[in-house]
């Protein structure tokens, strides 16, 4: 198992606590939640700082470039990730990849939005509170990485090999606190307005550098190049 790999699941097993801890503050500690309220951010102490923080510094990330190791599946927007190959690109073949993926990552896009508004629906319906609709987002938090090292279902659609070439992968952000959109709140628009952020540079440099997107003219994402190894389930044989 890569170093990549074994680090992700530890960040399983921690997200998966963050899960645990925040359903013991909803049954036990409801308080807490009061700083998702209007700006309570700023007139109270709760578990939740901590949480918004470590959201936070992921996003920033995403956003800018860092020499420290992450999944190239994340980095391979910039240009320091970018190894192009020793022959000519394609770029007949360039075109048509990302118009077909793009065509795919807006399927999920749409599926995502009318799942998002059946929540709201229920937000609305005042099934659900905005308790609640966070507790939601910290399950996708969890999902989010279950997705890349056990089975991820947006694979059925986007067809790619493996989260290093996903044309999706950061895209993590904005479907995990999506469900923010309806609470409110400097917590909760915060974090929605930085997921917004990164979502579109990654978006702006699918458009202005197509190239570091796609194997066929970004060397460094080929299966022989790999160092990550975050998806040994689905390119495995590939590799071997």
Known sequence: MSKTR????ARLIGRCLILMICGLLYFFRPACFTVLEGMNFF???SPLH?????WVMDMFL????IK????????????NHFRPILEKINYEGLRSYVVSTTLAAYKVFVLWCAFIGAIGALYFSRILGKTELFMISVTFYVCDLICVLIWCPFRLIMKNRCCTTCRIFNWDHLMMFSPLIFVGGFYSVSLVVMA??????WELCVMMYPERFWDNSNAALKCSECTDKLCTQYCHKLRT
Do not use: H
Not at 6 to 9: D, G, R
Not at 50 to 54: E, P, R, S, Y
Not at 68 to 79: D, I, T, V
């Open 43 to 45: 007139k109270t102490v």
């Open 196 to 201: 917004a952020a990164a979502w579109l540079v």
């Open 50 to 54: 901590l949480l918004w923080g470590i």
């Open 68 to 79: 420290n190791k992450l999944p190239l599946g994340s980095q391979k927007l910039f240009a």
């Open 62 to 65: 995403q956003i800018f470039p």
């Open 6 to 9: 074994k680090a992700y699941f």
